[in-house]
């Protein structure tokens, strides 16, 4: 089964500053790859997504990530933080040829300091 | 015109009742799923439907059961409500073979009390 580790369950960072969230996944075989972020009291929404092609995925808000096969991750990351990016942010993997399940990481809370 | 809609958005109840959650997609969408989250975030898989077939149980109790009268439906039937089943859970939908196409409702929060 897929497996996935999501370093830090809080991230603080100053506005203006580097975000940095970190993602690996378990799988010999590299899966589909997905940031998704939860505002308060809402539901899922995708970030971006890695299922083939180039490694540096751009989404939306500002936030990309790189898939690195050797290191097994997949970080998110913005140049610079914004308070409306306070949110949890949720790594997620999918088996390529499998099921279309999602399976999620324990989550990051982003908190965003004026 | 919302995508995937979820209804309540807030259920409080006691233990030992049963309850269901409904959700509805307008997406034409042939997979639709449940995802539990717990107090601590997680999100688990429960079920996933494809056109009207169960395709996936993850050990969850035999006291959840989805219910899809139509591909556009996919409702959640619990009995015998326990407090751990507090929770907030979520329904989603996507297209075959395209795990980057979910679309997530907005939840329904869950208390047992």
């Known amino acids: 089964a897929q497996s996935v580790t999501q370093l830090g369950s809080h991230v603080s960072v100053s506005e203006g500053a580097l975000v940095l969230l970190r993602c690996n996944y378990s799988s010999s075989v590299p899966p589909y790859l997905f940031w998704y972020v939860q505002y308060p009291n809402q539901g899922l929404q995708l970030l971006l997504k890695y299922t083939t092609g180039a490694t540096l995925v751009k989404g939306i808000n500002g936030f990309e990530a790189e898939f690195k096969k050797s290191e097994t991750s997949f970080h998110l990351t913005k140049p610079s933080a914004h308070m409306s990016d306070a949110a949890e942010y949720f790594c997620?993997?999918?088996?390529?040829?499998?099921?279309?399940?999602?399976?999620f990481g324990t989550g990051t809370r982003l908190t965003v300091i004026p | 015109d919302t995508a995937v809609s979820q209804t309540p958005k807030y259920l409080v109840t006691q233990m030992g009742n049963d309850k269901s959650i409904k959700c509805e997609q307008n997406l034409g969408h042939d997979t639709m799923y449940w995802y539990k989250q717990d107090s601590k975030k997680f999100l688990k898989i429960m079920f996933s439907?494809?056109?009207?077939?169960?395709?996936i149980n993850e050990t969850v109790p035999n006291r959840f059961s989805p219910k899809s009268p139509d591909k556009a439906h996919l409702n959640l039937h619990i009995n015998s409500l326990e407090l751990g089943d507090s929770a907030v859970y979520f329904c989603?939908?996507?297209?075959?073979?395209?795990?980057?196409?979910?679309?997530f409702g907005s939840g329904t929060r869950l208390t047992v009390v």
């Open positions: 439907y494809n056109n009207k077939e169960l395709i």
């Open positions: 997620a993997v999918s088996d390529r040829g499998g099921a279309n399940n999602l399976f």
């Open positions: 989603a939908s996507s297209l075959p073979g395209t795990p980057w196409g979910y679309t």
